[in-house]
């Protein structure tokens, strides 16, 4: 979980600039 972290703030990141309000309550649903 560790080494996942930078990953996803990084896809985070990259999604947010291009697609932004679709991946963001990906990541959410699938943290929980």
């Known amino acids: ?3 996942f ?3 996803i703030e ?3 990141d990259i999604v947010e600039k ?3 309000q679709y ?3 990906v990541i959410v649903a ?3």
Do not use: F
């Open 30 to 32: 699938d943290g929980q």
């Open 5 to 7: 972290a930078p990953v």
């Open 23 to 25: 991946h963001v309550p």
């Open 1 to 3: 979980p560790t080494s």
């Open 10 to 12: 990084t896809s985070k």
């Open 18 to 20: 291009s697609v932004g």
